[in-house]
């Protein structure tokens, strides 16, 4: 008696014969929809048609389909077609050769089965089970390159529980099927039960049925990127309880499982029959598991550190790679990436400047990984004021210059070099006082301004320390008064003389005295009026003011006050800098490319969160908290509560690294090559012999004889 043939989807195309394994869902665009309709009934549709229609890939164009060539090769289970493809061939013409692609496809099955990684039986019956997300593998890679894996034997139970045996095909790896109709699902279900042969023909072979039979793929959307599927923690032995039965005897068999890093790998081999089958826990890519490479790349990405996420799978008892292939995979794929998209963005930006003809007003500012004249790095950063946006970063090694103190000299340098390469035309820039910096901006003649904060702050300490002395107490009244004076001077002046006769006023105002005898600003611009408490104001010759008027009117404070910046500072550099320490805290120790690396993901998320806006509650009104700095000494502020950041640079980073670095990193490491890394502290000395410093150790307490 013949074989009935095992009832599955079929193609809805009218006339349509010989259909495809591979079954495409009409798509949901009405547009599209209806095209695909009209070709399924040959132009005349019905009025209501099925929701459920199916199209093989015999009736499309090859230009069609968007991985045709993998599917030729062997590659590829399933064909995909491209977005808004339209069925327009009847008949073969779409998959000649089509016996010829699936002889292809079982010959590479068997290469990758009897290869040298993968372990199966040398039967000639044999079952392949791999990971539903496995991805293509090329002849050359299988042959040459075997993965580390650390092998260990599980003893399991004997309990008669086997795995599902729809896993287990002889024509590649498994495939998890889209939800179709309730019958078409009933009907798979008889399929693989083996309900719907014929038990009375002599021929049937029950393992037949279940390793040889064409499955059907209904594709209703492209498939997810490996490094956004979804991730799950599963544990061993409920991971195990699948494969310890086997699927054809139904029998104790004893699984193996090999892993490295995150990777795990199952191998099922029966004692008692000829069944194999091998199960992966994650794609490999190339030679790398995905699930290292993601790892790898969302600690570098988000700031995190290495150790401190050993330290947590540790106490979880979770599988983690070793700190070498952490740093080997970070230089190779994710260093690339980060250098490339940095670059990328910061030319977008230059040519925005350069295309608006604007000049632009500029922040610089110096930041050492350590305090005093001990730093290693130092990071020079440059922001445009208008927009608050990091243009430029700089990386100094100490050693690159005389020291430490240097170091800012030598970053502002090749910031402004970079800049003026650039065409990008500068108005004015606002840094610290540093007396080198001035005198190189005045040579460079650059408009020059100082942040109003780091003046205050020097001479708010400065008036503290007179206030604490007997005589000059009543000072204590007048220093939030002089600070305040400062910011008002810097923000209402319009030239530099206006700003030193505003300054010097202050003198007379504490004097109770309110007309002043220079004409750039005659009197003061408050109403007149009378203090209740006349005890604090301060009289000419008295200790206090002598002082207080040798502080203010300092020489070198004077010329300061001439170039404070009326309008912009720098307190959104100092936001920056604050923002550094998620990605380079001080107290780890990076080398030269992994600091300037963490210094370009910093400036990345501070570029796309400058701007957030102000949070409001559900019924629409702004946000605020109550704030209580340790520098105001008990006195609350008001800070606004501003929206959750955003970090959308992390998936660009992901997409870029997994789909082009990771296919062909060569071009994005050349770039990284171009960079200059200086040699390390130690290089300029002779590394000694080991064991003679050892025998030439000697502990304070325990010196020896004398």
């Known amino acids: 008696m013949a074989k009935v043939r095992a009832k599955h989807a079929n193609c809805s195309v009218v006339g349509c014969t010989d259909e495809h394994r591979t079954l495409f869902r009409v798509p949901a665009s009405e547009k599209t929809r209806e095209q695909w309709v009209r070709f399924i009934f040959s132009g005349n549709p019905p009025e209501t048609a099925s929701k459920n229609l199916l199209v093989c890939a015999n009736h499309f164009k090859p230009e069609c389909f968007r991985n045709l060539g993998q599917y030729k090769a062997g590659f590829a289970s399933k064909l995909f077609v491209n977005e808004g493809a339209i069925p327009t061939e009847r008949g073969k013409a779409a998959d000649e050769g089509n016996m010829a692609v699936s002889q292809m496809a079982v010959q590479m099955t068997c290469n990758r089965i009897s290869s040298n990684w993968m372990w199966a039986s040398t039967s000639v019956r044999f079952a392949d089970a791999a990971c539903q997300t496995d991805p293509p593998i090329t002849c050359s890679w299988m042959k040459t390159h075997t993965p580390p894996f650390r092998s260990t034997g599980v003893p399991v139970s004997c309990t008669d529980v086997g795995v599902d045996s729809s896993a287990v095909t002889a024509s590649g790896p498994s495939r998890k099927r889209p939800r179709m109709d309730l019958e078409e699902e009933e009907e798979e279900e008889k399929l693989f039960k083996g309900g719907s042969e014929d038990p009375h023909d002599v021929t049937h072979d029950p393992l037949h049925s279940l390793t040889s039979t064409q499955s059907t793929d209904v594709t209703t959307e492209p498939s997810i990127p490996i490094h956004k599927m979804s991730k799950y923690i599963v544990y061993e032995n409920c991971l195990l309880e699948l494969f310890e039965a086997c699927p054809r005897c139904r029998r104790a068999s004893r699984p193996k499982t090999r892993t490295m890093g995150t990777f795990l790998r199952v191998e099922q081999n029966c004692p008692h029959c000829d069944f194999s089958r091998t199960w992966n826990s994650q794609p490999i890519i190339g030679s790398v598991p995905a699930g290292n490479l993601q790892l790898t790349a969302a600690v570098y990405t988000s700031g995190a550190s290495f150790l401190t996420l050993e330290k947590i799978f540790q106490a979880m008892n979770l599988q983690l790679c070793k700190y070498t292939t952490f740093r080997r995979l970070a230089r190779r794929f994710i260093e690339p990436a980060i250098v490339y998209r940095w670059r990328t963005m910061q030319d977008a930006t230059l040519e925005q400047l350069i295309s608006h003809r604007q000049n632009v007003m500029l922040a610089g500012d110096m930041r050492t990984d350590s305090p005093g004249h001990s730093a290693r790095y130092g990071s020079y ?63 460079t003649r650059i408009k020059h301004y100082h942040d109003v904060w780091r003046l205050e702050k020097r001479l708010s300490k400065k008036l503290v320390l007179i206030s604490k002395n007997k005589d000059c107490a009543i000072l204590k009244k007048w220093i939030h008064s002089i600070k305040h004076h400062m910011y008002w001077t810097a923000a209402s002046s319009a030239s530099g003389p206006e700003r030193v006769a505003k300054w010097t006023s202050i003198l007379n105002h504490i004097r109770d005295v309110h007309v002043h005898e220079d004409p750039a600003f005659p009197r003061c611009l408050h109403a007149p009026r009378t203090s209740r408490d006349k005890s604090k104001w301060l009289k ?28 912009h500072q720098t307190s959104s550099l100092e936001a920056f800098h604050s923002s550094i320490l998620r990605f380079a805290p001080k107290n780890a120790v990076f080398p030269f490319l992994g600091t300037l690396c963490r210094l370009y993901l910093a400036a990345m998320h501070f570029n796309e969160n400058a701007g957030r806006p102000q949070a409001t509650s559900s019924t629409g009104e702004l946000l605020y908290r109550l704030n209580l700095p340790k520098s105001k000494k008990g006195e609350f502020s008001m800070k606004p509560v501003k929206v959750d950041p955003t970090y959308d640079y992390v998936d660009e980073l992901m997409d870029l690294i997994f789909g082009k670095v990771f296919e062909d990193p060569g071009p994005y490491e050349a770039e990284l090559q171009k960079i200059p890394i200086p040699d390390d502290l130690s290089a300029q000395f002779e590394k000694p012999d080991k064991m003679e410093v050892i025998a030439s150790y000697v502990s304070r307490f325990n010196q020896g004889l004398v």
């Open 540 to 567: 000419a010759g008295t200790e206090a003011f002598i002082k207080v008027e040798k502080a203010l009117t300092n020489k070198r404070i004077l010329k300061d006050v001439e170039k404070m910046s009326p309008h």
């Open 381 to 443: 950063t440059v922001m445009d004021l208008r927009n608050k946006k990091i243009i430029d970063l700089q990386l100094v090694q100490s050693n690159e210059v005389a020291g430490s103190c240097h170091m800012e000299m030598e970053g502002l340098k090749r910031s402004l070099a970079l800049l003026e390469e650039r065409g990008v035309t500068l108005n004015s820039i606002v840094t610290d006082r540093r007396p080198q910096i001035q005198r190189f901006l005045k040579e």
